[in-house]
């Protein structure tokens, strides 16, 4: 017996969570989801645009903002592109020509873009309640999360990547805060998937705690990269940070950042905004309760927008130009997160917002060398 054509599943109410006046309408919205899945390949992976490179991170925040929109079939074949192709070790490369899993370009094997996937995979049960994707997807995460905490420092901090195995594999202990700070993400919502299987994993809860606390206390121990904005605000968006020191961060670095009407910087002192760092910042705000800022620079990135619903990476403002030349999938999926969380979509927020998450143990402070 043949079985019915199992149809699409797309929630249409949740389309609504993606309008977001002087932002988004609904028209603008529909438009940029239908520029995210033109650009993902039939076998489920999403490049930055046709042709580029893919990385999993990227792909994994496009799955997600495909969740938004209700495009939860879309959304699982991203996933399954993950699982089908993860490395033995529990890795995927840096970079795979337009998604093509026998075409990487870069074979190295960054820890953060390895984590994410448990982000991408815990928001996008929440999205559906589909217990039976958990279960599949539950061996990749594991294996992603076991290959990460591999890389943990003894202070807690996370090193950024492991070489290609033809150049020796050796693993690069430079910890990076933006990279430590995605990590820190992933591993509580891998310790909410594994609560939500009742398969507790305590050493995942050491690291996580020994982890947060790096991020909290030590800045020595992750490499001075404070140029960038991602370092400035990672930690909040991470939800590493929260409360009086997320706002506190947020101050400090906003005069530096943020150029009023254009968006955020990408690195002091150059004058270039980017879409992605606007959106992500918005989504932090939002996190601490900023709401109207959020709002407003989601607005202000408003020139970056192009005719076919999708965005600028970034703009050139003494020179008054578009720069680089493409329209990624990322940023626009930057701006759907973002939407969606001042929306109040549920599963966003919830990954977002953070305080259901796992917080990890703390590890004990004393006085000792070499203590966390």
Same mark, same amino acid.
């Given at each position: 017996?043949?079985?019915?054509?199992?149809?699409?599943?797309?929630?249409?109410?949740?389309?609504?969570?993606?309008?977001?006046?002087?932002?988004?309408?609904?028209?603008?919205? &529909?438009?940029?989801?239908?520029?995210?899945?033109?650009?993902?390949?039939?076998?489920?992976?999403?490049?930055? +645009?046709?042709?580029?490179?893919?990385?999993?991170?990227?792909?994994?925040?496009?799955?997600?903002?495909?969740?938004?929109?209700?495009?939860?079939?879309?959304?699982?074949?991203?996933?399954?592109?993950?699982?089908?192709?993860?490395?033995?070790?529990?890795?995927?490369?840096?970079?795979?020509?337009?998604?093509?899993?026998?075409?990487?370009?870069?074979?190295?094997?960054?820890?953060?873009?390895?984590?994410?996937?448990?982000?991408?995979?815990?928001?996008?049960?929440?999205?559906? *309640?589909?217990?039976?994707?958990?279960?599949?997807?539950?061996?990749?995460? +594991?294996?992603?999360?076991?290959?990460?905490?591999?890389?943990?420092?003894?202070?807690?901090?996370?090193?950024?990547?492991?070489?290609?195995?033809?150049?020796?594999?050796?693993?690069?202990?430079?910890?990076?805060?933006?990279?430590?700070?995605?990590?820190?993400?992933?591993?509580?919502?891998?310790?909410?998937?594994?609560?939500?299987?009742?398969?507790?994993?305590?050493?995942?809860?050491?690291?996580?705690?020994?982890?947060?606390?790096?991020?909290?206390?030590?800045?020595?121990?992750?490499?001075?990269?404070?140029?960038?904005?991602?370092?400035?605000?990672?930690?909040?968006?991470?939800?590493?940070?929260?409360?009086?020191?997320?706002?506190?961060?947020?101050?400090?670095?906003?005069?530096?950042?943020?150029?009023?009407?254009?968006?955020?910087?990408?690195?002091?002192?150059?004058?270039?905004?980017?879409?992605?760092?606007?959106?992500?910042?918005?989504?932090?705000?939002?996190?601490?309760?900023?709401?109207?800022?959020?709002?407003?620079?989601?607005?202000?990135? &408003?020139?970056?927008? &192009?005719?076919?619903?999708?965005?600028?990476?970034?703009?050139? +403002?003494?020179?008054?130009?578009?720069?680089?030349?493409?329209?990624?999938?990322?940023?626009?999926?930057?701006?759907?997160?973002?939407?969606?969380?001042?929306?109040?979509?549920?599963?966003?927020?919830?990954?977002?917002?953070?305080?259901?998450?796992?917080?990890?143990?703390?590890?004990?402070?004393?006085?000792?060398? *070499?203590?966390?």
């Amino acid at each position: 017996m043949t079985p019915p054509r199992r149809e699409p599943r797309r929630r249409p109410e949740r389309a609504e969570r993606l309008v977001l006046p002087g932002v988004l309408s609904a028209e603008q919205a &529909a438009a940029t989801v239908r520029g995210i899945a033109a650009a993902q390949r039939e076998d489920g992976a999403i490049p930055w +645009f046709r042709g580029h490179h893919l990385d999993p991170w990227d792909h994994v925040e496009a799955a997600m903002a495909l969740d938004t929109a209700g495009e939860h079939d879309r959304a699982e074949a991203a996933y399954a592109w993950l699982a089908r192709h993860q490395n033995e070790d529990g890795s995927w490369y840096a970079a795979y020509h337009d998604g093509d899993p026998e075409r990487p370009t870069d074979r190295s094997k960054e820890s953060n873009f390895c984590a994410y996937v448990a982000v991408g995979v815990w928001h996008h049960y929440l999205s559906t *309640g589909d217990d039976s994707f958990v279960e599949r997807l539950w061996p990749t995460v +594991f294996a992603a999360v076991e290959f990460v905490l591999a890389l943990q420092r003894p202070g807690g901090q996370i090193g950024w990547k492991r070489e290609p195995a033809e150049e020796g594999g050796a693993v690069v202990d430079d910890a990076l805060l933006t990279g430590s700070s995605s990590v820190h993400q992933a591993l509580r919502c891998a310790l909410a998937l594994a609560e939500h299987r009742e398969e507790p994993q305590p050493d995942w809860e050491l690291a996580t705690g020994a982890l947060g606390h790096a991020i909290r206390s030590h800045p020595e121990r992750f490499l001075d990269k404070s140029r960038y904005s991602m370092d400035w605000y990672y930690p909040v968006l991470s939800g590493a940070l929260r409360g009086p020191r997320a706002l506190a961060r947020i101050e400090e670095g906003w005069a530096r950042f943020v150029v009023p009407g254009l968006g955020v910087r990408c690195v002091v002192p150059n004058p270039w905004v980017t879409g992605g760092e606007t959106a992500e910042l918005a989504l932090a705000l939002w996190a601490v309760g900023e709401s109207d800022r959020a709002v407003r620079l989601l607005a202000d990135m &408003a020139h970056l927008r &192009a005719d076919d619903g999708m965005y600028w990476t970034g703009y050139v +403002f003494e020179d008054d130009a578009v720069w680089p030349l493409e329209r990624t999938t990322w940023t626009a999926a930057a701006v759907l997160l973002a939407v969606a969380a001042l929306g109040g979509d549920e599963a966003t927020t919830a990954v977002f917002g953070g305080e259901r998450l796992p917080v990890g143990l703390e590890p004990e402070v004393t006085g000792r060398t *070499g203590c966390c």
